[in-house]
């Protein structure tokens, strides 16, 4: 079997899935302004018949992991059903997702029965009225009731992101509170630094705070860094034996951050993406369309790989295609 290998060496058992741009949140670091439609580029969404070829094509290159992100991927109307048609039909091991928790207190059940294998969601502070200004809703509340009817149901998989936001959600008091929340809930929680995407430079430099903020509380509090599974995301986990929880750091400035990058994108609209900052993106739908096409599927995905660069080169200010993390799913 080929599988999904660059000319740096490394392999890529986990993609990254967007079935929608669409997001009903306007957090300040991504969509400020909320949604707008992109009216250069009237294609549609890939439906449910591409996405189960497109799952089964990466499943045989040894993809073990899909993750399906947006926008926010709940707010299509035939979301379990993509979920079903991965879980049954394709041979990937493990379909995760990342929400903004939308309705999660209605739809728990639901997740809980489509066999969906992780849930990661974002909460930017257990602070409600903080919730409300980075987020434009005030739904930190529904938020947190679905994750604890999550758990009722024995859903085991629950992760927790934050953007780390300088002024807003960096302080000692921020990293006590999600200390308290993960100490008696299976729960990690992870901080992402702050990304400079393609339209938020203004943002970016009044709100980036390096992620060895928080890292210097770990370090302080008895925190140790736990090894990476393969499939495992870019985050540098820490337990605590008095922890039921983890706490994580993704830190994309950080030396070294892309030698152990293991994931690819594809976008909501079939576009191919090797690295969320990277210049190179080519369109793969039309190889979506047939059962026969499969094979061919799979050489143009292998012979991409070739592309694919040794570092996102964030740190010099390069963004690339990346507007903002709506269209690539973050």
Same mark, same amino acid.
């Given at each position: ?26 957090? =300040?670091? /991504? ?54 048609? @991965?879980?049954?039909?394709? =041979? ?20 809980? !029965? ?36 999550? $758990? ?67 370090? !302080? !509090?008895?925190?140790?860094? $736990?090894?990476? =599974?393969?499939?495992? &995301? ?5 337990? !605590?034996?008095?922890?039921? &929880?983890?706490?994580?750091? @993704? ?9 152990? /990058? ?7 609209? &079939?576009?191919?993406?090797?690295? %969320?900052?990277?210049?190179? &993106? ?10 026969? $096409? @499969? ?8 012979? $991409? ?15 690339? %295609? ?9």
């Amino acid at each position: 079997m080929s599988i999904l290998k660059d000319s740096f060496g490394r392999k890529f058992p986990y993609i990254r899935l967007s079935i929608s741009d669409v997001c009903n949140f306007k957090c =300040g670091y /991504c969509l400020p302004d909320g949604y707008k439609i992109d009216k250069s580029d009237n294609r549609s969404f890939l439906n449910i018949e591409e996405i189960g070829r497109l799952a089964k094509a990466l499943s045989e290159l040894g993809v073990s992991k899909i993750r399906l992100t947006g926008g926010e991927p709940t707010v299509r109307k035939d979301f379990f059903e993509i979920v079903k048609i @991965i879980k049954k039909n394709s =041979g990937i091991k493990k379909t995760v997702i990342t929400t903004n928790g939308y309705r999660l207190d209605k739809i728990a059940d639901n997740i809980k !029965n489509s066999g969906l294998d992780g849930i990661n969601i974002s909460i930017d502070s257990l602070n409600a009225d903080t919730f409300k200004k980075i987020t434009g809703h005030d739904r930190l509340g529904e938020i947190l009731k679905g994750i604890k009817n999550l $758990q009722k149901l024995n859903f085991k998989n629950i992760k927790i992101n934050a953007v780390l936001l300088k002024g807003v959600n960096d302080t000692e008091k921020d990293f006590n509170n999600w200390a308290e929340f993960i100490k008696n809930n299976e729960i990690d929680f992870r901080y992402i630094e702050l990304m400079q995407t393609g339209d938020n430079l203004d943002y970016f430099n009044n709100y980036h705070v390096p992620a060895k903020k928080f890292t210097d509380y770990l370090n !302080n !509090n008895n925190w140790v860094i $736990q090894t990476f =599974g393969k499939d495992a &995301g870019p985050s540098k986990n820490y337990l !605590n034996p008095k922890f039921k &929880g983890k706490f994580g750091v @993704i830190a994309p400035y950080s030396k070294d951050f892309c030698k152990s /990058c293991n994931r690819l994108r594809i976008t909501a609209k &079939g576009d191919l993406r090797l690295c %969320l900052f990277g210049n190179t &993106g080519i369109n793969i739908r039309h190889l979506m369309q047939k059962d026969s $096409q @499969i094979e061919e599927l799979k050489d143009l995905i292998l012979k $991409q790989l070739n592309f694919k660069k040794e570092s996102h080169y964030l740190e010099i200010g390069e963004t690339g %295609l990346t507007k903002n993390l709506s269209t690539t799913g973050g």
